[in-house]
């Protein structure tokens, strides 16, 4: 779960202690501190709509981290053929090879 490194990265990059984050969120520090550590491996909705809100990023980031737009430009184009009926498979053997066709 990803909660925990994305709670960690902002307490860096924002310089804030355990407590901190926890008083943000309306949390408590054990459940930041179990969430860090990765002894806690899932939170109610609630508790997560209260992090995302007290640190300020989305349910996104805290459940599946950074994407960049490239992830999110890839996720969006296999989603688009999947409806149209191509396989991830068969997407795959197309772009391996394009791969092949464009060494040459």
């Not at 995302?52 to 950074?66: C, I, K, P, T």
Request: proline share 0%; glycine share 8%.
């Amino acid at each position: 779960m990803k909660i925990g490194e994305t709670i960690l990265r902002v307490m860096k990059e924002r310089g804030l202690k355990q407590a901190e984050i926890a008083r943000l969120c309306g949390i408590t520090s054990g459940v930041v501190n179990d969430l860090i550590k990765g002894r806690r491996d899932s939170v109610s909705l609630e508790t997560l709509k209260q992090i995302a809100v007290g640190l300020e990023v989305s349910a996104d980031e805290l459940l599946f981290g950074r994407q960049s737009y490239d992830d999110l430009g890839y996720i969006y184009l296999v989603k688009k053929f999947e409806a149209e009926g191509i396989s991830r498979e068969q997407l795959w053997d197309f772009l391996e090879w394009i791969r092949k066709v464009t060494k040459k």
